[in-house]
């Protein structure tokens, strides 16, 4: 595998659910970010990591939670979410916080 | 950072050159332009980015005007896999914040 990969590709899950999303980049990047593209709307920034420390956390509700084991992965752990969280959720690393960001292929996520 | 505004949309001929115009007229001396795009249900792809000096690379053309306050991302030989949107961003280097806008839907024609 190379580049940054995301899991699933493809999610469907009711209000009441508790699921996972997962990312994972093989280019031995310092910093992460999740970010949300919901339909004819501009990519949101949703977290940021860096060394495994979260260093921004852009209002986001507290049914999204990351997590950054290592500086290889990335989770995006949902709960209880609501149908206008349907979206495209995006993971992203780079090198170190500022330079460019390669992206994942995204999770679409559809909340029922 | 610095606002931009890009058109909508654009047609380019299959072999043809893209030209991508971007206007950011308050850029800031220290902010880079930045070019990425998304292929329909992709994630974004950076392509290439600039300071003052025009850039290339294999993927892209970066022409960056003298006062700043434009550039044009310029794709030399545009095949069918080139339609997508384009995004032009500026920021200052260390701020990882991307500012994404709408972008221009490029579409190429056979």
């Known amino acids: 595998e190379t580049g940054v990969t995301q899991t699933p590709r493809h999610l469907v899950m009711g209000m009441t659910n508790k699921k996972s999303l997962k990312c994972e980049q093989h280019?031995?990047?310092?910093?992460m970010y999740w970010y949300k593209q919901s339909a004819k709307k501009p990519l949101e920034l949703m977290f940021v990591?860096?060394?495994?420390?979260?260093?921004e956390n852009n209002s986001v509700p507290s049914r999204f939670s990351p997590e950054c084991p290592n500086s290889s992965h990335l989770f995006l752990h949902l709960h209880t979410l609501q149908p206008e969280d349907s979206a495209l959720y995006l993971c992203?690393?780079?090198?170190?916080?500022?330079?460019?960001?390669?992206f994942g292929p995204g999770t679409r996520l559809t909340v029922l | 950072d610095a606002k931009t505004t890009q058109p909508t949309s654009m047609d380019c001929a299959e072999g043809r050159a893209a030209n991508l115009p971007c206007n950011h007229s308050?850029?800031?001396?220290?902010?880079?332009v930045y070019w990425y795009r998304q292929i329909h249900s992709q994630g974004p792809q950076y392509i290439i980015h600039?300071?003052?000096?025009?850039e290339t690379n294999e993927m892209a053309s970066l022409i960056i005007t003298e006062d700043r306050k434009s550039s044009t991302l310029i794709l030399p030989h545009a095949t069918l896999r080139d339609t997508a949107v384009y995004y032009c961003?500026?920021?200052?280097?260390?701020?990882?914040?991307?500012?994404w806008g709408a972008g221009t839907k490029l579409i190429i024609k056979p």
């Open positions: 308050t850029i800031s001396g220290n902010e880079y």
């Open positions: 280019l031995g990047h310092n910093a």
């Open positions: 961003i500026v920021r200052v280097y260390s701020n990882y914040q991307l500012i």
């Open positions: 600039g300071l003052k000096n025009n």
């Open positions: 992203a690393s780079s090198q170190e916080l500022g330079d460019e960001q390669f």
């Open positions: 990591y860096s060394l495994e420390e979260r260093v």
